[in-house]
């Protein structure tokens, strides 16, 4: 039981100054100071680069799409043309 209580009174002794240090470390005080604008630019700029990701993958997908039309037409060149036809544009 002692052992329980004297294991209380150093974790507690230890844990002071372990929370001192990071309570005052420049990363914890610019978190409890954060500007609220700031964070709202930051979720614009966030929600921009999504929208950029999402438009760079749908261009990939053009991409891919014309570049099998591409290796149809080079891998079978006496076949008529009217047989492959492109994709849509804008797919």
Known sequence: MFWALGFLIL???????????????????????????????????????EDEIAQLGHSLEELREETKFVHRLLDNPDRPDRDIEPPPPGS
Do not use: C, Y
């Not at 001192?20 to 470390?25: E, F, K, M, R, T």
């Open 11 to 49: 974790f507690m002794a230890l844990l002071i100054p372990i929370l001192a240090i990071v309570l005052g470390s420049p990363v914890t005080r610019h978190l409890l100071h954060s500007d609220p604008r700031r964070t709202d630019e930051i979720m614009e700029r966030v929600q921009n680069l």
